[in-house]
């Protein structure tokens, strides 16, 4: 059962919460054994391929989980944007491994390869019928909210709200990940970077949302923990 928008959520318009997914009918403790060990099974095999894309989907499912519950969403709704967190880059299966794992910058032939994981993560989704609802939220992990990002340019609103969160979320979690190639960046710095990509890249309002959800987190009143994604991952 999909609850309501709380307060919080209301302040932000409708508009603005209404497109997160039109959802799974489960929540939370609910769902079917045999779809975790589905979702626990493409989870393995992105993991086989490359073990930094997994650690960094759980920790940005986390953060996604942080900011949703920051916002107030229903159970349910908290639920599909942590799983289309969980599997927004699975597409990265797809791309061939001197794309995936090149240190040093992609060429532009590279990029658009690299480029094309946001569909490939949504078109292996899709086989999963439960799942759905979701797709939308992966497909569109990349569209800046000024209509400059992949796959179709959306912009603004038109982007679903956990693709909004995502892309947040994913960012901030490459900017603080030491790399090969670079190391971490300390997060106020990341919070910072965040802030100056508000409205151009970033929807300005989930920004502030998610770093008023980290500093919570930070101070024991908010969490991004959950019992689904320690069952799938
Ligand atoms: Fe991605």
Redesign the pocket.
């Known amino acids: 059962m999909k609850k309501a928008p709380k307060k919080g959520a209301k302040k932000q318009g409708k508009g603005h919460l209404a497109v997160v997914t039109d959802s799974l009918a489960f929540a939370d403790e609910a769902y079917p054994e045999v779809l975790i060990d589905s979702l626990r099974a493409i989870i393995a095999s992105l993991e086989e391929k490359d073990s930094y894309t997994h650690g960094h989907s759980v920790r940005v499912a986390g953060y996604a989980v942080l900011v949703a519950r920051e916002l107030q969403l229903g159970e349910v709704e908290v639920r599909a944007i942590e799983l289309c967190a969980l599997f927004?880059?699975i597409g990265?299966i797809g791309i061939p491994d001197k794309v995936l794992q090149k240190s040093s910058r992609l060429s532009r032939a590279e990029f658009e390869i690299m480029k094309s994981?946001?569909v490939r993560?949504a078109r292996i989704l899709e086989k999963v019928s439960a799942l759905g609802n979701l797709l939308p939220g992966i497909r569109h992990?990349?569209e800046r909210f000024d209509g400059l990002g992949y796959p179709d340019g959306l912009s603004g609103l038109e982007i679903p709200l956990a693709a909004r969160i995502i892309l947040i979320a994913?960012t901030y979690d490459a900017m603080t990940s030491t790399r090969p190639y670079r190391l971490a960046l300390d997060k106020e710095i990341a919070f910072e970077e965040l802030r100056k990509c508000a409205a151009t890249q970033f929807d300005p309002t989930l920004v502030e949302a998610f770093i008023t959800a980290m500093r919570k987190q930070e101070s024991g009143h908010q969490s991004g923990e959950s019992a689904l994604t320690k069952k799938i991952a």
């Open positions: 927004h880059d990265k994981h946001p993560s992990h990349h994913d």
